[in-house]
T-cell receptor
Framework: ETGVTQSPTHLIKTRGQQVTLRCSSQ?????VSWYQQALGQGPQFIFQ???????GRGNFPPRFSGLQFPNYSSELNVNALELDDSALYLC???????????FGPGTRLTVL | GQQLNQSPQSMFIQEGEDVSMNCTSS?????WLWYKQDPGEGPVLLIA?????ELTSNGRLTAQFGITRKDSFLNISASIPSDVGIYFC?????????????FGKGTHLIIQP
């Protein structure tokens, strides 16, 4: 059974640029959630995708957007990057309606 | 965004000691989860709790879902060096987790040999 994978591992961007992060869900999981983890903090919920539609959203502006594909993999897009967007971005997958979410290793984004 | 209150913030203990940490919230949750995160990695699910008052074990780990639905604790017995890391509590609600999980700031566990 393959776990959650994310790419890239690390990324450096400059303010104002756009970035796309990718996630492959664990085998058998059809729900994907994205979290932002700032240094020294717990993960903060960005949004969740289920059946290729946004199923729920946290307190993040519209420049954070996403997609889910028929194979349940997902993308997180962030436009107009700001310095405060520097963080570890975590993807988590879960089976159907379960609250048990399984995390990938994350993508470390640095915005200069 | 909202975060749960986790305590203690950090713990320095001797190998072999028992560890206890807890998590409180001003809101009710219908699911409590405990995760462990090692440096450079994503959180790993340790225990999930679904019922108020529930006590669940996973090896040397024991966690309880508080009867008020606003708190949970995690105990680790006979700590070993690989227990070092950051432990996060998380609360979840609506079916499917559409509101996402709400996390605490974590408890840093440091074990002195």
């Amino acid at each position: 059974e393959t776990g959650v994978t994310q790419s890239p591992t690390h990324l450096i961007k400059t303010r104002g640029q756009q970035v796309t992060l990718r996630c492959s869900s664990q085998s058998g999981h059809n729900t994907v959630s994205w979290y932002q983890q700032a240094l020294g903090q717990g993960p903060q919920f960005i949004f969740q995708y289920y059946r290729e539609e946004e199923n729920g959203r946290g307190n993040f502006p519209p420049r954070f957007s996403g997609l889910q594909f028929p194979n349940y993999s997902s993308e997180l897009n962030v436009n107009a990057l700001e310095l405060d967007d520097s963080a570890l971005y975590l993807c988590a997958s879960s089976p159907g309606t379960s609250n048990e979410q399984f995390f990938g290793p994350g993508t470390r984004l640095t915005v200069l | 965004g909202q975060q749960l209150n986790q305590s203690p913030q950090s713990m320095f203990i001797q190998e072999g000691e028992d560890v206890s940490m807890n998590c409180t919230s001003s809101s009710i949750f219908n699911t409590w989860l405990w995760y462990k995160q090692d440096p450079g990695e994503g959180p790993v699910l340790l225990i999930a709790l679904y019922k108020a008052g529930e006590l669940t074990s996973n090896g040397r780990l024991t966690a309880q879902f508080g009867i008020t639905r606003k708190d949970s604790f995690l105990n680790i017995s006979a700590s070993i060096p690989s227990d070092v890391g950051i432990y996060f509590c998380a609360g979840g609600n609506s079916g499917g987790g559409a509101d996402g999980l709400t996390f605490g700031k974590g408890t840093h566990l440091i074990i002195q040999p």
